[in-house]
């Protein structure tokens, strides 16, 4: 529930803040345990606490998930290096080819399942470097023969995935920079408010023993 300065105008209230300051600061009185019936620094305390608390949580969300981007594009990266290193210069056949692939998969599986059954399943689509028998169709086991074309098709997908993790590292990033300055900003505010209620404190103190 949001609280309203006390005093009008341009005037101070009594709790030594001016008007407009408990707006941001609505919260408080509304966190877990608040149990209070005014702004106090015990209160603002718990504010503090349950406010970070949030962002803290989302923040470590997005760590995690961007280790875990780092795994997948890691693995990823050895399914590339398997297309590279093939000679692109001619249909050809790489012996071990087709084993080293789906260890690669399977590597890229321990860490995104779903992932790499995608990948894997899009590798033996038509037109891919898994797409049967040197590119005679899905009917056919793979073997280690490839075509240039299957290659360089494989290829591109693979860096198209890659531009799409990206794009979302990206945005993870600019989520994170936005919760770290709300972290920030709750924290200054909090020091703020705690400040000017121990100001008022004290002057009310003075003028006590006038």
Known sequence: MGLS???GGNAVGNNGLAPGVYGAFASPMDAPGAGMTGLTPEGLMIYLKSRLNGLDSQIDGIFSNQQHNQHVQEALQKL???????????????????KKINAALAGLADVDADLAKRVGDTLKGEGQILDGAGGKGANHPPDDRYKVSDVKTSAEYLDSVTKELNAGAQ?????LQSLMSSRQTA????????????????????????
């Open 80 to 98: 590339k290096s398997i297309l590279a290193g093939l000679d692109q210069s001619k249909n050809g056949t790489e012996p071990g080819l087709v």
């Open 5 to 7: 300065p006390m005093g």
């Open 171 to 175: 945005l993870d990033m600019i989520h």
């Open 187 to 210: 924290v200054q505010l909090s020091t703020n408010l705690i400040q000017s209620l121990g100001h008022s404190a004290d002057a009310i103190a003075a003028n006590t023993g006038k």
